[in-house]
């Protein structure tokens, strides 16, 4: 019986490496020292290739090609041109107040204050825009018109309280101030501007156009101014009212007839019939309803010309070179 003995060696750096018994080894780091036990027999391990890193790559910096004071000039320029018109009005308002001021009379050109919008505005009207744009704000009056005046004029009080066959009576005459008002409705109703009433017409004239304001005419109709309603639409200025004259029976004051009559009248009594009798006057008399007719429709012209008609145009860059107004009866 013949007994085989394979021998390993416990050193697998100097084992055969043809054998494939042994078990697969880590290769060595390059960085580890040699193993002991190494020989001149065995070969020196190769070493791995080794790359020297190479100078890192820096990109070029990207310098603006335009300066930053070129950048600044032109956006201060594109602001001048779009706000060319109020930035030459205020220049030319500093230049007369320093030339004022130094005592130089010199005569500037005249330009007129303006926004950059309010031209794009008034170049781009139509008279399809302007009518209804108009028509919007006279819709939108809410107050009506009111035409005062004062007026004059004289009443007598007159107590009579006969005794039997004695006559008893006193009366005075008084000077007295009335103010009144008539009304204009500016607003009478949707229905009152319809098309196909008349009582609103819009005409352009002339378009706007570059440096020039259109133009444009207005005619509208409203209802005839009202006079005082009632009593109570009537005042009576009493620092302005006085007693002018005085009569009286002969019986007066004697025979009891100062005592029964006391012809000191009580001022209410006084201002109800100066009251009534200024209301008299304000609806019948010609002489006062006719200023107080007038003074309503001059009130009514003035407000609607002035405070919606015209800056309504204007912002649209039109001028409103005739306007007009009729009365009619509803």
């Known amino acids: 019986m013949v007994r085989i003995v ?5 050193r697998p750096d100097l084992a055969d490496p043809a054998d494939e018994t042994l078990p697969p080894t880590q290769p060595p780091r ?6 002991q036990g190494y020989t001149r027999t065995r070969p020196r391990p190769d070493t791995a290739p080794y790359w020297p890193p190479g100078p890192r790559r820096r990109w070029p910096r990207l310098r603006p090609r335009i300066p930053r004071w070129a950048k600044w000039a032109i956006i201060i ?3 001048g041109f779009v706000f060319r018109r109020a930035a030459a009005w205020a220049v030319l308002a ?3 107040a320093g030339l004022h001021l130094i005592g130089v009379n010199v005569h500037l050109p005249n330009i007129r204050f303006g926004w950059p919008w309010q031209s794009i505005t008034s170049g781009s009207s139509t008279s399809t825009m302007v009518g209804p744009l108009v028509l919007q704000k006279i819709e939108g009056i809410s107050r009506p018109a009111l035409g005062t005046e004062h007026f004059n004029f004289v009443f007598t009080h007159k107590v009579s309280k006969s005794i ?6 006193y009366s005075a005459t008084f000077y007295a101030v009335g103010q009144a008002s008539a009304t204009v409705d500016l607003n009478p109703g949707p229905a009152w501007w319809k098309p196909a009433t008349g009582h609103y017409q819009l005409r352009v004239l002339r378009e706007p156009a570059p440096g020039a304001s259109g133009q444009l005419a207005v005619s509208m109709a409203l209802p005839l101014p009202q006079l005082p309603q009632s009593v109570h639409d009537v005042t009576v200025d009493n620092t302005l009212s006085k007693p002018i004259s005085t009569d009286h029976s002969f019986t007066y004051p004697g025979f009891g007839c100062g005592a029964l009559i006391q012809p ?3 001022q209410s009594v006084l201002y109800a019939q100066a009251q009534g009798m200024a209301f008299y006057q304000a609806t019948h008399l010609a002489s006062v ?3 107080l007719i007038n003074a309503a429709e001059s009130e009514a012209t003035t407000m609607i010309r002035n405070n919606f008609i015209q800056p ?6 039109y001028t409103l070179t005739q306007f007009s107004i009729r009365w009619v009866a509803r």
């Open 6 to 10: 394979i021998q390993r060696t416990a």
């Open 30 to 35: 390059y960085t580890d020292p040699y193993p």
């Open 77 to 79: 320029g594109l602001v």
């Open 94 to 96: 500093a230049l007369s």
């Open 164 to 169: 039997a066959f004695w006559p008893c009576w």
């Open 264 to 266: 000191q009248f009580s």
């Open 289 to 291: 309803t006719r200023p």
């Open 312 to 317: 309504t145009v204007n912002a649209l860059g």
